[in-house]
């Protein structure tokens, strides 16, 4: 028996159980939800263990072998995202407890989230393109509904607004998958490796790269795709848009990037600079002009949001620099910037519970009368600026390092350079908000939002402290596991035959 | 919502549970024959919604209706995965089909098909008529 379909199972059955008992007992549907994550929470850590053991663990839906059947593949990269998914989901479920309160409906709420959670486990571990398409179209579905949860004029014109560019994403991917189905007749990622290294770098191969990268470019929201996101993560629960911001464009844009380029593709820096180099530029966009654009926002979260876009760019670069240094960095990003920006949402939604508004020109003094927010706030911040010995400095410093490596000092001292535009929005909440007198009536946030919150504090000084580990069991498997590239196929056709 | 002429009255109530017996036999054939659980769940859907249009119904018993509509949705899809961990527990392997195959094209064969059809016919169908019912009840909202 293998664990590896609890990973997307699981949370499915607690989308579907929750209708069925949530509106009878809140408080129990929302321990249930924050249980049902910690399940995740644990079964994602024994898989990081499990790929220590195993380069690749492969498991067949009811036995059917592949290329016919689906499978599930659980490789570093993948038990490392879902490790990430599970911390981010478990913080949020925690979160959301007192944070709903003054919402009706909550257990619909929870079914959502839990559904969510579903569809990002699902997209990371499917080694099945279509079955990918279903997951992500799962995620992105309940993430439409989140963002409207509120059911306010905002809310809605915001998800309205998200909805339409995610389904144009949506259907441009379909469209790439039709095709690829058309010229190799099989939907399998290792089948359809095979099949495309035989036809070599056609204009059938980068029209069909090309039209996966514009797909989730817009779902990870990278300038000029970005307009959707400073709309909707904002407008959503505070737990929804740490969950958005924190994993869900990481897991929709950019591991489905990075699994497709190395992985399906099969290409590399030696192989295609051209394409890397595209990353690059895309990625130095996004950080430039989402910090720019930042640094005047007046709103907590949507400057927050900003914020994503323009450190999501750190990711792309870390992929685009493409030796091992770089994509170890843009991988420890991914998760650094899951629990920073996961954990300043959070921040904010404890600000909003207390205070009613997220206008920064409305906020004062909150340092005094929030201070646990306030230090969790000042811990994200600090991480996201990358202030050693924060995780945050770790990710950066590797993606700088792997710009070093490959002979890019002008993109190693831009990345620095580009770093003062995070501190500088970064104070400007700060500033505003925790340290200007003022007086703005509010109590400190409720005991399960300090929990929340001191929970991804601690793992931010934890994980930062104990970096080498880090890279050592975690993201340093999860980055070879992207450039061991088309050996990927092998390794799972291997596995299938040994009968795991 | 307020129902139709008499005419469609007479009509519908002949042809509703005519209706509703072919999405069943949809269902139930689905691993014999064109069709299945989602196609029967959508005929069952339309009987359902067909009876609401031709009769009408009044707000406080389509909230009912919708309420016990979303739960029978969420029966289907537990249903549906509890089959599926079914065959991770008896036979180790997630989606197994882990029931006797039986003969092929006899109405009892294929396994755990028929099983999967009929969940996802109950999903479909609940699933399609709360649908329906929500917007019926924007439409309320609208008038008032």
């Known amino acids: ?500 | 919502m307020r129902g139709m002429s008499l005419v469609v009255k007479v009509v519908t109530n002949i042809v509703v549970g005519f209706i509703f017996i072919y999405g069943v036999y949809i269902i139930l054939h689905g691993h014999l024959t064109p069709g299945g659980g989602f196609a029967g769940g959508v005929i069952i859907a339309g009987a359902l919604v067909l009876r609401i249009l031709a009769f009408g119904v009044e707000p406080v018993s389509e909230k009912r209706a919708e309420e016990r509509a979303s739960a029978f949705e969420s029966l289907g899809a537990l249903l549906f995965i509890g089959i599926a961990f079914a065959g991770l527990i008896i036979g180790g392997a997630f989606f197994l089909n882990f029931l006797p195959q039986g003969t092929p094209l006899r109405l009892l064969s294929g396994g755990i098909i028929p099983l999967c059809n009929i969940a996802i016919g109950i999903k479909v169908g609940a699933g399609l008529f709360t649908i329906f019912l929500a917007l019926a009840a924007i439409k309320y909202v609208m008038e008032d």
Request: hydrophobic share 55%; with cysteine.
């Open chain 1, 1 to 500: 028996m293998t664990i590896i379909p609890l990973y997307f199972a699981i949370p499915l059955l607690a989308a579907f159980l929750i209708p069925v008992i949530g509106k009878f007992a809140k408080t129990f549907t929302w321990l249930f939800t924050t249980a049902v994550s910690f399940a995740l929470f644990v079964i994602a850590l024994y898989g990081v263990a499990a790929v220590q053991e195993f380069p690749l663990i492969v498991c067949k839906m009811g036995r059917w072998a592949p290329p016919l059947g689906i499978v599930m593949v659980l490789d570093a990269f993948s038990a490392f995202m879902a490790l990430v998914i599970s911390i981010v989901v478990f913080a949020g479920a925690l979160f959301s407890y007192r944070y709903l309160s003054h919402y009706t409906g909550q257990w619909k709420f929870y079914t959502l989230y839990m559904l969510i959670t579903a569809g990002m486990m699902g997209v990371v571990l499917t080694g099945d393109l279509f079955n990918m398409f279903v997951f992500l179209e799962i995620a992105a579905i309940s993430s439409y509904a989140l963002v409207a949860f509120g059911v306010d004029a905002e809310e809605l014109e915001a998800s309205f607004k998200y909805m339409v560019m995610g389904e144009i994403g949506g259907l441009t991917f379909l469209l790439a998958i039709a095709l690829i189905y058309a010229r190799t007749s099989t939907l399998n990622l290792a089948d359809i490796s095979n099949v495309m290294q035989m036809f070599g770098q056609t204009t059938f191969f980068w029209t069909v790269l090309g039209l996966m990268l514009f797909a989730f470019s817009i779902k990870a929201a990278f300038v000029p795709f970005h307009s959707w996101l400073p709309d909707a993560h904002p407008a959503a629960p505070a737990p929804v848009s740490s969950l958005l911001s924190g994993i869900f464009i990481k897991v929709l844009g950019i591991y489905t990037t990075a699994r497709m380029v190395f992985n399906v593709f099969g290409l590399s820096r030696a192989n295609a600079p051209m394409f890397f180099n595209i990353l690059i530029v895309l990625g130095l966009l996004s950080i430039t002009f989402a910090g720019l654009t930042a640094l005047n926002q007046k709103d907590y979260k949507r400057l927050l949001g900003y914020s994503s876009v323009s450190q999501i760019g750190y990711i792309m670069l870390g992929f685009g620099i493409g030796n091992y240094y770089g994509v170890a960095g843009a991988i420890f990003f991914i998760l650094a910037h899951a629990l920073a920006k996961g954990l300043l949402f959070l921040t904010s939604g404890a600000v909003v519970h207390a205070t009613g508004t997220r206008d920064l020109n409305k906020l004062a003094g909150l340092g005094e009368k929030m201070p646990t927010t306030a230090w969790s706030f000042r811990f994200g911040g600090l991480s996201l600026i990358g202030i050693p010995p924060l995780v945050g400095f770790w990710a950066k410093f590797w993606i700088i390092l792997g710009a070093l490596k490959a002979g890019m000092l002008w993109l190693a001292i831009t990345a620095i350079v580009l770093s003062g535009l995070t501190l500088y929005y970064y104070l400007k909440i700060e500033n505003s908000v925790f340290l200007k007198k003022g007086k703005v009536d509010a109590k400190p946030a409720p005991f399960t939002m300090r929990i929340a919150m001191v929970f991804l504090v601690v793992l931010i000084v934890v994980l930062g402290l104990g970096f080498q580990q880090v890279i050592d069991f975690v993201v340093g498997p999860a980055a070879n596991a992207l450039l061991r590239g088309l050996e990927y196929s092998q390794l799972v056709f291997g596995y299938v035959t040994t009968g795991f």
